[in-house]
């Protein structure tokens, strides 16, 4: 699998936040990114049990459906002392409005029902690119830190306002998005994906 530079590249997620960060971290590359949800692609049923499968089902969808390259996002967050939830269903947590200050609001009232103000906790992100032929690669990524409450900073999305990565003091919605994209989750699974040689000068 190869995608030379000018490609057109399907990101398979109607999450504007996602959508921003994978298209800058796209920009060096030469791949121009349009999103599902621009597009008017529909939302497959995310039925997989892991972040990997989910990520393979939305990646496959959109390729069939838009007959370009795709690449998806899965990613959660996981809480050790909630048994690693909420997990794949992280987005779930913030209802059929996708509001996360409900969802943070629920992380919150969970651990204070066991008693806990915080706890460690890891980001969790499975890229996968898939081609309309049906041929796919997925790519994991992981970055671990703590949580904090209440919710600080404006510059990130979904559970950003709430986790803290280790070695930092100031939550991913706090930092400068730059920052962000070279040391998340997500990051972190891209530069396998770029290690892979997917991406070439030219065919």
Known sequence: MMLPRGSQLVVASHNEGKVREIKALLGP???SPVSAG??????????????AANAEIKAHASARASG????????????????????IYSARWAGPGKDFRIAMNRVHD????????????RFVCALCIALPSGE?????????????????????FGYDPIFVA????????EIDPAQKHA?????????????????????
């Open 38 to 51: 621009s597009l008017g692609l529909p939302e497959p049923e995310e039925t997989g049990a892991s972040f």
């Open 136 to 156: 796919a690669r997925t790519f994991e990524g992981e970055v671990r830190g703590s949580l904090t409450f209440p919710p600080r900073g404006t510059k990130g």
């Open 183 to 203: 040391m998340s989750h997500r990051a972190k699974a891209f530069e396998k994906l770029l290690h892979s040689g997917i991406f070439v000068e030219s065919l």
């Open 110 to 121: 969970e651990l204070r029902h066991r008693g806990l103000v915080t706890s460690r906790a």
């Open 68 to 87: 370009h390259a795709a690449l998806s996002d899965d990613s959660g967050l996981c809480i050790d002392a909630l048994d690693g939830a909420p997990g």
């Open 166 to 173: 280790d070695g930092m003091d100031q939550t991913f919605a």
């Open 29 to 31: 590359h030469g791949i």
